[in-house]
């Protein structure tokens, strides 16, 4: 999502610009899973995954938390039949995977797209 308050890096123009093709739709909103804005709004995008958008978003990449404008737009976030399958505040360093699949898991972890700077426990 890109939000009002801050303008975009032309890296995080650029980025957008290469999903294109990927865009299923566009909102205008003032929240996303795990964030609320009050009195501001985002553009808040929405875009068909597969290995080629993975691919681009690698490419602008260091891990998850690095998922912060004016760089990138913020909070690279994942759904799943509609709903938040992974959820991300990559200013605050908080994500929430919902799945009790361990397959999952570590086909994210390889992927190289998520995992660089999260925590690991046990």
């Known amino acids: 999502m890109k939000r009002d308050q801050m303008s975009l890096d032309p890296?995080?123009?650029e980025l957008l610009e290469q999903l294109k093709p990927?865009?299923?739709e566009k909102k205008r909103e003032d929240h996303w899973p795990g964030t609320r804005l009050f009195g501001h709004y985002a553009d808040i995008y929405y875009f068909h995954c597969c290995a080629e958008a993975t691919k681009i978003l690698l490419s602008y990449s260091s891990?998850?938390?690095s998922w912060v404008q004016p760089k990138v737009?913020?909070?690279l976030c994942f759904l799943r039949?509609?709903?938040p399958w992974l959820m991300n505040t990559?200013?605050?360093?908080?994500?929430?995977l919902d799945t009790d699949v361990e397959e999952e898991v570590m086909r994210l972890d390889q992927s190289g797209l998520l995992f660089h700077d999260l925590p690991r426990r046990g």
Do not use: R, T
């Not at 990559?90 to 929430?96: I, K, L, P, T, W």
């Open 81 to 83: 039949n509609g709903e």
């Open 63 to 65: 891990g998850l938390y």
């Open 73 to 75: 737009p913020d909070d």
């Open 11 to 13: 890296s995080g123009i």
């Open 22 to 24: 990927f865009l299923k």
């Open 90 to 96: 990559a200013h605050e360093g908080n994500s929430y």
